[in-house]
């Protein structure tokens, strides 16, 4: 709530102006039936001449209408300030969220999951933004209804307390009850809502594996459990809720009678006029009204409550991964150095993916990384950018410690092609540029020259302008890497890492790209993950790793020589190759 209010701040006069103008509003409705009951009273009952009646009745008809308009004015002014102020709350509020999710490191966006953080920017905003509209209002008319409508009607006659002392305590236990009930199933309906959130997210950005595997049948029907617990816990919430209104439109109209019979003895008794009654009546009915608002109100206060919850998890989480204290430090050669390093993912109870590893790369040595699938060679590159921290020894870039260095100069001079390669829609050139914002054409061209991309590129009906569509499905695998490794390259940075980025590329344009890198990028540290024997040969040094250790260290003839393992993967590639050729 008090982060709600924080956001409050910089339109508190707008969000002031939206009660002040519902005060304009409630007035004018309190007035109306006193105005009423002296039409009936003088107007109609009264006992001056039939012509003077008549007078007085078109003259109160006017002033009715006059405030009325009044108060009409002051209702839109304050929905339209009420709207303004929730409005620009969100906005604000989806901003810093946003903004707060791009800084959350891999773990912690990990443990929101992607469905859950999209309901939280869209969804639980949206509650927050209503639940600030409502109040900024509502608070106000109720409160206003409820006191002005007490007192206007103990004005009138004070026997009518009798009614409220008896209907008003009935009233607020039912809303109690109905209210204690449903305030928890709330936060429960979003957290269904982010399970379908998340079903559609998978299976969008999946889809076309899911069509591969023929699995729709399997993910609808996810799809649909997900949905239907969604709808049984709302169901639940609405089944509470329905039962709500017509309990308190019982109690309502219990009252209304009994101000009748109560109001109907005393203009028997001659103690009080008709038209009296009849502005009772209105007012026990804004009255009772009011507190059915007040259940209506906590409803989406309850609502906005967990909404708020989820989102202020959300704004409060530290990234685990900051900035460094060494604001001087600058990576300026590229050595990088593993000393004793171990490592284990968060949540997986200290089962250790790295352990034991010591490597120095020297600046502008292209070193190879080899091992079978899983046994943690993105791991261990993941280290060096601080995608994940290493739990045991340090990774040190010239001599620094990586968590010393401040996160913007150690990723600058970094460039990573993920395992994974990620485009987003726009034009080839655009995602290129994702390297240097500030990159000229003729750099573009030069990075994706090196890249080994250039010709592709030139190949497409409109070169460096042609549009990529979503995620890059509009490329092939072998385009799509080295458009990332040309992205990397733009960068300039002083350490390259490739995590398998070769692997769609036939051999002789992975050894032209070896070549290009050689000769275009020389002072450049190179790490190179990949499977395959032929793509490592050319490197300086090659690490070979199995279960989480660094097994062999050396260049391909030394490991021909010393190591089991190499010799093994060597010969069975090879044979490979060779049954391949024969065949
Ligand atoms: N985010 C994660 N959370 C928990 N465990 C993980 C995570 N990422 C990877 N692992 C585990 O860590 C181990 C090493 O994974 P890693 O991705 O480093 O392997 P790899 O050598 O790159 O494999 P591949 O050649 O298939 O890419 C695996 O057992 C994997 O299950
Ligand atoms: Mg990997």
């Not at 039936?33 to 007085?56: C, H, K, W």
């Not at 009678?257 to 005393?266: C, E, F, V």
């Not at 987003?424 to 080994?452: C, L």
Request: proline residues 2%; aromatic residues 6%; neutral net charge.
């Amino acid at each position: 709530m008090r982060k709600v209010i924080k956001y409050l701040k910089p339109y508190w006069l707008i969000a002031l102006l939206c009660p002040l103008a519902m005060i304009l509003e409630v007035s004018m409705d309190l007035i109306q039936p006193q105005l009423m009951s002296d039409i009936v009273n003088f107007g109609i009952l009264g006992t001056a001449p039939a012509d003077e009646n008549l007078r007085y009745v078109i003259q109160t008809g006017i002033y009715m209408l006059i405030f009325s308009l009044i108060g009409c004015a002051g209702g839109i002014l304050s929905a339209a300030f009420g709207t303004i102020t929730a409005q620009k709350l969100g906005n604000d509020m989806r901003k810093d969220t946003f903004e707060k999710v791009m800084h959350l490191s891999f773990q912690q966006t990990d443990k929101f999951t992607t469905g859950s953080l999209v309901t939280r920017l869209t969804n639980d905003i949206t509650m927050i933004q209503q639940f600030v509209a409502m109040s900024l209002r509502m608070f106000v008319r109720t409160g206003m209804q409820f006191i002005g409508g007490i007192a206007c009607l103990l004005f009138l006659n004070v026997n009518f307390g009798l009614v409220l002392v008896i209907s008003l305590p009935i009233q607020l236990i039912v809303v109690t009850l109905i209210m204690k009930r449903a305030a928890p199933l709330f936060g429960i309906v979003q957290d269904k809502l982010d399970k379908v959130n998340s079903v559609v997210q998978e299976n969008v950005t999946g889809a076309r594996v899911v069509k591969a595997f023929t699995r729709e049948e399997y993910e609808i029907n996810r799809f649909d459990d997900a949905n239907t617990a969604l709808m049984e816990t709302n169901m639940k919430v609405q089944k509470l809720l329905a039962i709500l209104n017509p309990l308190l439109m019982v109690v309502m109209n219990a009252s209304v009678m009994a101000i009748i019979l109560i109001g109907g003895l005393q203009v028997e008794a001659k103690s009080m006029e008709v038209g009296s009654v009849m502005a009772a009546v209105t007012y026990i009915t804004q009255i009772l009204m009011s507190v059915m608002m007040v259940g209506m109100m906590f409803q989406q206060v309850s609502r906005a409550m967990a909404s708020a919850k989820r989102v202020k998890e959300v704004l409060d989480t530290d990234p685990v991964i900051s900035d460094g204290s060494s604001a001087q430090a600058e990576i300026t050669q590229g050595r990088v150095e593993f000393k004793n390093v171990g490592f284990y993912y968060p949540g997986t109870a200290g089962k250790p993916v790295l352990k034991d590893i010591d490597l120095t790369v020297e600046p502008g040595q292209m070193i190879a990384v080899l091992g079978s699938t899983g046994c943690g060679k993105t791991s261990l590159v993941n280290l060096i950018p601080r995608f994940y921290d290493c739990t045991q020894g340090e990774v040190l870039i010239d001599g620094v410690n990586v968590k010393d260095y401040e996160l913007d100069v150690l990723r600058s001079k970094i460039g990573v092609v993920l395992q994974k390669s990620e485009l987003f829609s726009g034009t080839v050139a655009e995602n290129i540029r994702w390297g240097d914002n500030e990159a000229s054409d003729e750099e573009v061209k030069n990075a994706a020259t090196i890249a080994q991309a250039d010709t592709f590129i030139q190949g497409f009906n409109e070169g460096y302008d042609t549009m990529i569509s979503e995620k890059g499905a509009s490329l092939s695998g072998g385009q799509k890497q080295r458009m990332s490794i040309a992205r990397a390259i733009l960068k300039k940075p002083k350490i390259l890492i490739f995590d398998d980025s070769t692997s769609a590329l036939d051999l002789s344009t992975e050894s032209k790209l070896h070549e290009a890198l050689r000769s275009s990028l020389s002072g450049v540290t190179v790490i190179m993950i990949a499977q395959r024997i032929a793509s490592v040969m050319r490197a300086d040094r090659i690490a070979v790793i199995d279960k989480g250790t660094i097994c062999a260290f050396g260049t391909h003839s030394e490991l021909m020589q010393s190591s089991e393992i190499y010799r093994d993967i060597y010969y069975s590639q090879m044979k490979n190759e060779g049954g391949e050729q024969n065949g």
